[in-house]
């Protein structure tokens, strides 16, 4: 049991720091368009997603100016958020679109986009919840996530062990409580998932939550597959222990002669003839088709264990990574082979430090461990096969392995697996000459680079994947810039969004008084000069609405560098002035 303890440590002890849980979709487009001037009030308002979300309920909301909140219930379509908007008593000024949404792969995802009507005001207060879990989520979920892997670690391994190289006259005790904790350790990491999941959405405490929010995160599609994994626990709890029991006399009578060389062991000699008892031919039957049933009833049962693994691993993907992208069959059909290959593989490795190493006949283990060493080199295999189908849906480019940090997690878990196979490699020449104390230490190397192995598994489901940069790059931020330029003739208001390089940046204009009334402006111009290199000003597109004292252009940055905009405005026949500012803009 030292051993397990060791594993739970060092796993819980890598991802009790981890950073909060990162959203995996992004926002890519709202209308109004942020932080662009509109001249009216909206009566309803959109953002637009990189993957379908659904809303958390009183947490997607549109604020005023002056601090009201003026916006109904969302409602989602596909990946277009809605949400009506009523008349703020003061209309003019910047208003805050503020979203907490749960994105495909059940993460959240939060924050904030601003759009103007009339001149912009100051950018009203985003709600808490807005910015990201609350710390004590943000440690859970990942610490969850890790004991949910652990537990099936070991609840895969000691079976594996138990139930095909199980060594007759070694006590099945410790394995088969080493199942149950496995078992223990999923279900409780399953119901803090489902705990969790309300204040992941809405930015509270992991101890403040409602029965109302747990219901909506029970009859949402998450939770019904929660839901079902612990089903199937509970399923697995009461038919797996029997098969994993010894064998009685008259099943271990019907033994394979194979499966008894695991033993280390040589076949019973034939019993003494004995005249046998004389029974009824009809009792003799009885007991011969008793005697049929036993085996059948086993191999029903065995199948439906298997089955209901292999349905139990499948919600492992069904709620992550692997249901948000176009092609969801593979990566999820991927994502079970990964779980069940790193079960077998680490379980196993566990087992065998824990259980079988120390105290087993070394003729045994000569048996036992090039068995395991196979098996294991297959799961490893299947391991790198379902990894890579990962690597390349997940990361969606080659430069995303060192740009993101979903890359660079995935970097030093490939790192950390190649280093355990050198040393399996050892192993498996230990195996052959049979050093089972030089062994016994190298298993112990391979059980915590793996434990680190499962702790940085357990951090890549919590960060963005590659493939979300792209999103992340369209994604919209409400970035632009806003700036007041006076005079003694005039105050000028401007907005100019985006600012990026290109033709496409919008700026809108208001003309105000020394004394804060609009005034009406005869003529509008702008020129954009970049400063280094210096070159030339430029005069930009810009004319005036009929409204007088707002104007409506666009400005072009053809290079990265600093920019020099210049307005000049002519009042009246005589009255003309310049001001100027600068725009930084990035490559």
Do not use: C
């Not at 080493?178 to 119901?191: C, D, E």
């Amino acid at each position: 049991m030292r051993v397990l303890l060791f594993l739970l440590l060092v796993i819980t002890g890598l991802t009790v720091p981890a950073s909060p849980a990162s959203a995996h979709a992004a926002p890519v487009g709202s209308n109004p368009a942020p932080g662009s001037v509109i001249g009216s009030s909206p009566s309803e308002v959109t953002v637009t997603f990189s993957e379908p979300v659904a809303p958390v309920a009183g947490h997607v909301q549109v604020i005023a100016p002056d601090g009201e909140r003026i916006s109904g219930t969302a409602t989602v379509s596909g990946n277009v958020v809605r949400i009506p908007v009523r008349k703020a008593e003061r209309p003019l000024g910047t208003y805050l679109i503020s979203f907490r949404v749960i994105s495909a792969d059940s993460h959240p995802v939060g924050g904030a986009i601003t759009f103007s009507v009339g001149a912009p005001s100051a950018r009203p207060e985003a709600p808490a919840a807005s910015t990201g879990p609350h710390s004590s989520v943000a440690v859970a979920v990942p610490l969850l996530k890790t004991l949910g892997y652990a537990g099936m670690t070991l609840i895969v391994g000691p079976a594996l062990f138990l139930a095909f190289l199980w060594p007759r006259r070694r006590s099945r005790a410790g394995a088969l409580r080493t199942v149950r904790i496995g078992v223990v350790l999923s279900a409780v990491a399953t119901a803090g998932a489902l705990g969790t999941q309300a204040q992941q959405g809405s930015g509270a405490p992991l101890w403040r939550v409602s029965a109302a929010e747990l219901a909506e995160v029970a009859t949402s599609q998450f939770g019904l597959l929660l839901l079902a994994r612990l089903t199937v626990l509970a399923a697995v709890a009461v038919l797996l222990p029997p098969l994993l029991r010894a064998r009685t006399p008259a099943r271990a009578a019907a033994t394979p002669v194979r499966l008894l060389a695991f033993a280390g062991t040589a076949p019973a000699p034939p019993a003494p003839s004995v005249p046998a008892p004389s029974v009824p031919a009809a009792s003799g039957a009885a007991a011969t088709g008793a005697a049929a049933t036993r085996p059948a009833i086993g191999r029903v049962r065995g199948a439906t264990v298997l089955l209901l693994a292999v349905a139990g691993l499948a919600t492992w993907p069904l709620t992550g990574h692997a249901v948000a992208v176009p092609l969801p069959a593979v990566t999820v059909a991927a994502g079970v082979v990964h779980m069940a290959a790193m079960a077998v593989w680490i379980g196993g490795l566990v087992t065998l430090a824990a259980f079988l190493l120390r105290g087993t006949n070394p003729r045994v283990l000569g048996v036992i461990l090039p068995v395991w060493s196979r098996w294991a080199a297959l799961a490893v295999l299947w391991l790198v096969v379902a990894g890579l189908v990962h690597a390349v849906v997940q990361l969606g480019r080659v430069s995303a392995l060192w740009e993101t940090d979903y890359g660079r997690l995935l970097a030093g878990k490939v790192a950390i697996l190649a280093a355990v196979l050198a040393v399996a490699a050892v192993a498996r020449r230990l195996v052959v000459r049979r050093a089972t104390g030089a062994l016994r230490r190298l298993v112990g190397v391979e059980v915590a680079a793996a434990a680190v192995v499962l702790a940085l598994s357990s951090l890549l489901v919590q960060v963005d994947p590659g493939r979300v940069q792209a999103a992340r790059d369209r994604a919209i931020t409400g970035a632009g810039t806003s700036e007041t330029l006076t005079t003694d003739l005039y105050t000028v208001q401007f907005n100019i969004y985006p600012v990026e390089l290109g033709e496409y940046n919008t700026v809108h204009a208001f003309l105000y008084s020394p004394a804060g009334a609009p005034l009406r402006a005869e003529e509008w111009q702008l020129t954009a000069r970049l400063t280094d290199p210096a070159l030339e000003a430029v005069p930009q597109p810009i004319a005036g609405l009929e409204t007088g004292n707002q104007a409506l252009g666009s400005v072009s940055f053809p290079l990265p560098g600093t920019y020099e905009l210049t307005f000049t405005i002519r009042t009246t026949a005589l009255d003309r002035a310049t001001v100027r500012t600068t725009v930084t803009v990035t490559g």
